[in-house]
């Protein structure tokens, strides 16, 4: 008799190892995402460093919606009524957590939550939503651990960031000696004596295509003041390019 209470002992034993957290989180922009763990806390701290999951650091999680002891099966269950609920897009959990999924596995999806019944995923009761379920098992105070988490996490960014500023050495140029860029993003030049420095213009560079001329686009031109001149003929010597006024042969 003792030899089958140690083997159903162990049993359960095996059952319980075999048995892992399912959980359900919703996250921002109205999405969810469906788990299972071994250790709840330290997984809850992955996702909430934006580590766990390509998807919770994508949506961040806000709270938590479900939280029981079972099986793969059943965060493979838990994830087809919650996406049956609110839709495949918005819930990622189980074997189904891509960014983007395939049309293939977008219609295994649906050919799966086809055969599932109507029982809200938390009681297994029909005839309401999870949402709406009478025994939801939002547990206030993982809630208010996340709020809290997510605080100090924010709190701990920002202290990061101020310190990265207050230690970090300040770039210095080897060609002028000025602080905040290299010298090869530096925007001055030797002269032809080499012997000092003069800014260079950005304008150096450019090439006007009306007088082939640098420095200057051809909007900018010094010579299209005198394009206007072009088309005038001079009845005194008729040539072209001035008016009788400023006719040479006057002069």
């Not at 994508?58 to 793969?72: A, C, M, V």
């Not at 993003?185 to 080499?194: A, E, G, R, S, Y």
Request: proline fraction near 2%; charged fraction near 25%.
């Amino acid at each position: 008799m003792s030899g089958q209470n140690n083997v159903e002992q162990n049993n359960n034993q095996n059952d319980a190892q075999n048995e892992n957290t399912v959980y359900a989180y919703e996250c921002v922009n109205n999405t969810y995402y469906v788990g299972s763990t071994r250790n709840f806390d330290e997984r809850t701290q992955t996702h909430l460093q934006n580590k766990a999951s390509e998807w919770t650091k994508l949506n961040p999680i806000q709270r938590l919606i479900y939280k029981d002891q079972g099986t793969l099966e059943q965060e493979l269950i838990v994830t087809l009524k919650l996406m049956k609920e609110v839709g495949i897009e918005r819930v990622r959990g189980a074997n189904f957590v891509k960014l983007q999924l395939s049309e293939e596995e977008i219609q295994i999806i649906k050919n799966m939550i086809s055969h599932l019944n109507n029982e809200c995923f938390i009681c297994n009761q029909q005839g309401h939503l999870s949402k709406f379920c009478p025994k939801k098992r939002t547990i206030k105070q993982q809630n208010a651990n996340i709020k809290q988490q997510q605080q100090v996490n924010h709190q701990n960014n920002q202290q990061n960031t101020y310190q990265q500023k207050q230690t970090k050495k300040p770039i210095v140029c080897n060609k002028c000696q000025k602080i905040g860029h290299y010298a090869n993003q530096c925007f001055v030049k030797q002269n032809q004596n080499k012997d000092q420095y003069h800014y260079r213009n950005d304008n150096d560079n450019i090439e006007c295509y009306k007088c082939k001329g640098e420095g200057h686009y051809a909007d900018e031109c010094p010579t299209k003041f005198y394009d206007k001149y072009d088309k005038y003929t001079c009845y005194t010597c008729n040539g072209k390019g001035h008016c009788s006024p400023e006719c040479p042969n006057n002069w």
